[in-house]
């Protein structure tokens, strides 16, 4: 005889698992996580939001990476890094300095391979390829970008040029020697190498022989340049010591950067990739070595088996660094400062990161896995004295593939909760965000995934303060837009890339003639011709009429064919009020034959195709300015397959029958809820017809309902489909399930 048991899902604080999750009941997870959790916001008591919508904040003028800029709490900025250019938006979207082409030495295809730091009023950016980069903020809403140089000593200055305070390294091989033609300071010196080492880009460059510097200024060939000397060599050489600048237009510039312990660090050179080098204490254009002392700069390479490439730093209790072979801290005591004597690197773990800047999370740093796959933690145990490198996604792995922008956003004392987004670029993923969610003090730990509107794609990401904004590439009729756009906090705003819509105005239409009757009606002071279904009132007259058929007769005057019959003879000149269909002009963002949703309060009035000039009618809308139009998304909760322990095991591929579901809902409207394998689709609560002017009431509490047929893997899905909001906090099931025939005698 059939047996029924109850399965309840209390929460699903562990979001979206791994669909290999799907028969390991013994993992506490199963049971707190679903098959599916997209575009939902993982709430602290266990229950599901349904995700912050987008609203438009600004047109961004091409392709763009968005990196922020804090200067003070309210004084912040969001920089726009785009092919050669910076534009730089306020929290509100205004542009507040725009088409910055000085010294942007990115292209479009190097924007997800910046590193960038920010001191005080100035943002370092560095790219292995191009010279280092420094926007600095000099007012409130003014910013200059230029490049990054060295100091120089200008009292030891030959010919114009002064000695430099940079950091060299002997790239050519240890047997090549160099000779001078004179030891002593001057110009005009020539240098030979016994090898060939150099090329005409040396020129303009730094050199040191002997620890004594020179400058280039010619170039002769492969083996020979001229070059001043700035420091006098001591001899002739021949000088197997002898070394060129680390970084340059030859050799590349460093792909890391930070500030750490008051000095800033650059790191991964593209030709010497595990170099480290450090400015000297509290001065951050100078890395002059000079004897060694505890405040002077700092010129090392982490040796290892393997040459391993620095990525990324990050400034934590130790100085982090991230390269594709593994993962390094150098070690510090809590009182006293790195210096050339103490510095050292520990190999921690072996992981390797990606290109994706790390960030700090939740007391730990967490990056990517260079192959893309993973997301790990890089957190400290004060136990064991040493850092370890734990997956964060290896029950949900799924949600993750090769992100290329990270960032996360903290919460406050009355929601401790820290979310991590990596925005992925991989192909089964791309333009799509893993939203992480975390709260450590209760073990509380899940993933989501959010994407937009089909066929669009996030395209990069970024947090300021408590607002997260995105960058979002909007396939339209006539193309393709990046537009910047802010999730809400909540979900009072239901659709993506949200605008409100200004009524437009027709001008003063009024009855022509006062002989009108029957169904037609002429009217003329109208400076736009009316639209099918609109509905009006005439002066004296309650009565709504529809338009059927517009023809227009002459300027400004229009024939219209009524849905009804006149109840009187309107006087002339009587005054129309449209009441219904009011034309609505839309932001150019979305353009003629782009279909957008419309939502007004808490009702959704439908999809509809932007016409002329930027304007839907909505035959249902209120004539107020409110009206939120944007691009709906659709929410998808699936659960695990619905399993039971009972006396014999798990009922794990056993056909069973969810005789009845209850769902435990808070403020929710046109919910879907089905179950796999079966055809039917029960629909929960579905909106009303819309009553222009107020808001429908959404319904919350238990909501009970049956479902028929068998399955070997039954879940529950719950969708959304309209635009408006959602939480669902829980679930109860109840399993049908045939008795083994072992144990009925």
């Not at 190097?110 to 005080?120: D, K, N, P, R």
């Not at 991590?420 to 989501?448: M, P």
């Not at 607002?467 to 909540?490: A, C, H, M, Q």
């Not at 002459?554 to 009187?568: F, G, I, R, S, V």
Request: charged share 15%; glycine share 8%.
């Amino acid at each position: 005889m059939p047996r029924k048991v109850r399965q309840v899902f209390t929460n699903f604080s562990a979001g979206e698992l791994n669909p290999l999750l799907n028969a390991r009941t013994d993992a506490k997870a199963y049971f707190e996580g679903a098959r599916q959790c997209k575009n939902w916001y993982l709430l602290d008591e266990g229950g599901v939001m349904r995700r912050p919508a987008t609203q438009f904040t600004a047109e961004l003028p091409a392709e763009a990476r968005i990196i922020p800029f804090i200067f003070a709490e309210d004084e912040v900025a969001i920089f726009a890094l785009s092919n050669n250019r910076l534009d730089v938006y306020n929290s509100s979207g205004t542009a507040i300095s725009a088409n910055i082409t000085s010294n942007c030495n990115w292209t479009t295809a190097q924007l997800f391979e910046l590193s960038y730091a920010q001191f005080a009023d100035t943002v370092f950016i560095c790219h292995r390829n191009n010279p280092i980069v420094q926007i600095k903020r000099t007012g409130a809403s003014a910013f200059t970008v230029s490049l990054y140089s060295f100091e120089t000593d200008d009292d030891v200055t030959v010919g114009g040029v002064s000695k430099t305070l940079q950091p060299f390294y002997k790239y050519a091989d240890s047997s090549v020697t160099v000779t001078l033609s004179a030891h002593a300071t001057g110009t005009g010196r020539t240098l030979t190498a016994s090898a060939n080492a150099f090329s005409a880009s040396y020129v303009n460059t730094y050199l040191k022989v002997n620890d004594k510097q020179c400058f280039v200024t010619g170039f002769t060939s492969a083996t020979v340049v001229t070059v001043t000397v700035l420091e006098d060599t001591v001899t002739v050489g021949p000088h197997a010591n002898w070394q060129e600048q680390l970084i340059s237009t030859i050799r590349g510039f460093p792909q890391a950067v930070t500030f750490h312990d008051n000095r800033i660090w650059f790191g991964g050179v593209r030709d010497n990739p595990s170099s480290v080098i450090a400015s000297e204490i509290g001065a951050y254009f100078s890395f002059d070595l000079g004897t060694g002392l505890a405040n002077e700069g700092i010129n090392v390479n982490i040796t290892a088996d393997t040459v391993n490439e620095i990525r990324h730093f990050i400034s934590g209790r130790n100085l982090q660094i991230f390269t594709d072979s593994g993962e390094y801290y150098i070690p510090q005591s809590t009182d006293s400062a790195i210096t050339p004597a103490s510095i050292s690197f520990l190999r921690q773990t072996p992981y390797g990161c990606n290109r994706a800047k790390p960030t700090p999370f939740d007391g730990a740093t967490i990056f990517t896995s260079k192959n893309g796959k993973s997301i790990r933690e890089y957190v400290f145990s004060d136990l064991e004295q040493a850092y370890k490198s734990n997956s964060i996604s290896v029950l949900s792995s799924q949600v993750i593939d090769n992100p290329k922008d990270i960032t996360m956003m903290t919460g406050n004392e009355e929601r401790p909760e820290q979310f991590a987004y990596f925005l992925n670029s991989g192909t089964t993923l791309d333009g799509q965000i893993g939203v992480f969610h975390s709260i450590r003090d209760e073990k509380i730990a899940g993933w989501t995934i959010w994407n937009t509107k089909t066929n669009d794609k996030f395209h990069s990401i970024t947090s300021v303060n408590e607002f997260l904004f995105v960058v979002t590439k909007r396939i339209l009729p006539s193309g393709i837009k990046f537009l910047l756009e802010k999730f809400g906090n909540d979900d009072s705003i239901t659709v993506d890339c949200s605008t409100t819509t200004t009524v437009f105005q027709k001008g003063s239409p009024a009855v022509k003639g006062g002989s009108q009757s029957g169904t037609t009606l002429l009217i003329d002071g109208i400076t736009t011709a009316p639209a099918i279904q609109e509905t009006f009132t005439i002066a004296g007259n309650a009565t709504e009429y529809t338009i059927q058929a517009v023809t227009n007769t002459a300027t400004n005057e229009y024939n219209l064919q009524l849905d009804k019959t006149l109840a009187a003879t309107p006087s002339d000149n009587a005054v129309i009020t449209i009441v219904k269909g009011f034309i609505h002009t839309v932001n150019s963002i979305y353009e003629q034959n782009n279909v957008i949703e419309a939502v007004f309060g808490n009702g959704a009035l439908g999809s509809y195709t932007v016409g002329a000039s930027n304007r839907i009618t909505l035959a249902n809308a209120p004539q107020p300015t409110g009206v939120r139009v944007g691009y709906n998304f659709t929410p998808i909760l699936e659960t695990m397959p619905i399993d039971k322990e009972i006396d014999t095991g798990p009922l794990t591929g056993q056909p069973r029958r969810i005789n009845k579901a209850i769902i435990d809902i808070s403020g929710g409207l046109d919910v879907t809820m089905k179950a796999a394998d079966l055809t039917s689709k029960e629909l929960i609560i579905q909106q009303a017809d819309f009553n222009i002017g107020t808001d429908l009431s959404s319904v919350g509490g238990k909501k009970e309902f049956t479902f028929l047929g068998y399955s070997k893997s039954p879940t529950i899905t719950i969708s959304q489909d309209s635009p408006l909001p959602l939480k669902v906090l829980g679930l109860a099931m109840e399993i049908q399930f045939a008795w083994p025939l072992m144990l009925q005698h």
